[in-house]
């Protein structure tokens, strides 16, 4: 179990940065940046999805 939240902490950290990043981007009225960053978010997000999935599907020997 412990690999496994190792893995997690690198997507969840790009996750977390790009979340602060809209908040900051949506408090200052900048929409178009926002929707940049939740841009970087969607594909971060699919990208750690497709991943994790492989590597939970593969055999433990």
């Known amino acids: ?3 496994v939240l190792h ?3 690198g997507p969840l950290t790009v ?3 790009e ?3 809209i ?3 949506l408090s200052m009225g900048q929409n178009a ?10 594909r971060q997000t ?3 999805e497709s991943g994790f999935s492989l590597r939970r599907n593969r055999p433990l020997f």
């Open 19 to 21: 979340l602060s990043q």
């Open 15 to 17: 996750i977390s940065g």
């Open 7 to 9: 893995d997690l902490s």
């Open 33 to 42: 940046e926002a929707l940049k960053s939740l841009d970087v978010l969607e």
């Open 46 to 48: 699919a990208f750690f």
């Open 1 to 3: 179990m412990h690999h």
């Open 23 to 25: 908040r900051m981007h």
